[in-house]
């Protein structure tokens, strides 16, 4: 929810920033620049679930969890 939100936000901020291209046609450079710097924002809530803290912690418990269920299995398994 709140990284659709970051990137609905993060459009329009973009969008407003392409705008100001036709105003300022002779710092273009910059604005491109402005707006790939933008774009390419990967951190905080931009950053892949993956990546994020809390998921690595969950992907980790629960991977340990399914090694324990094998061992348990194959010990007191039939």
Not at 32 to 49: C, H, L
Request: glycine share 6%; proline share 3%; aromatic share 8%.
């Amino acid at each position: 929810m709140i990284r659709s939100e970051a990137e609905k936000l993060k459009f329009a901020v973009i969008k407003s920033t392409e705008s100001l291209k036709k105003e300022f046609n002779d710092q273009s450079a910059e604005i491109d620049a402005t707006i790939e710097k933008i774009g390419n924002i990967r951190s905080g809530v931009f950053q892949p679930m993956s990546e994020q803290p809390v998921m690595r912690t969950l992907l980790l418990i629960l991977g340990f969890a399914g090694i324990l269920a094998e061992e348990f299995l194959m010990i007191f398994g039939q």
